[in-house]
């Protein structure tokens, strides 16, 4: 039953690569505990994508996440919040500036930091593109190992 599961799986992706490649990413950059990586593998590896091509679609998926969470804190900045939580964004945002948005794609700690950079109101313009910089700088690097490796 599981073996069926992951080749139904498999032939998915194999059918839809894009699509389910930039819901992996996008769905990974939510607030919900999953990872893109090894779909953005996949992708690399069974198709005749270019190379290009995937990692654009990953980065816009992982980066459509991280608005996302960035919306979230715009949206939650409405509700007062404690003083500590208040005092402890501020210092956040004084100690690493706005430019901790380039390491959003990182595990446990990005989330957080699209969400925070929201409830501080961050720009926009300026969160997504540090965002998005910092995203696809990451699936760069993965393309890279994996085909250094392949």
């Not at 404690?82 to 706005?98: D, H, I, M, N």
């Amino acid at each position: 039953m599981i073996a069926s599961l992951f080749y139904d799986i498999y032939q998915y992706i194999l059918n839809y690569p894009l699509l389910v490649l930039f819901l992996s990413a996008f769905i990974s950059a939510t607030l919900v505990p999953m990872g893109s990586e090894a779909i953005f593998v996949m992708a690399l590896s069974e198709t005749t994508l270019a190379a290009w091509v995937v990692i654009t679609v990953a980065s816009l998926g992982n980066t459509l996440g991280g608005i996302t969470n960035y919306a979230l804190g715009r949206w939650l900045s409405r509700y007062k919040a404690s003083q500590r939580s208040q005092r402890r964004a501020t210092e956040w945002l004084r100690r690493y500036g706005v430019w901790a948005l380039l390491l959003s794609w990182l595990p446990v700690v990005g989330d957080p930091i699209c969400v925070a950079a929201g409830w501080l109101r961050v720009p926009a313009y300026f969160a997504i593109a540090m965002m998005f910089i910092g995203k696809m700088s990451r699936y760069m690097v993965l393309a890279a190992i994996f085909y250094h490796f392949v």
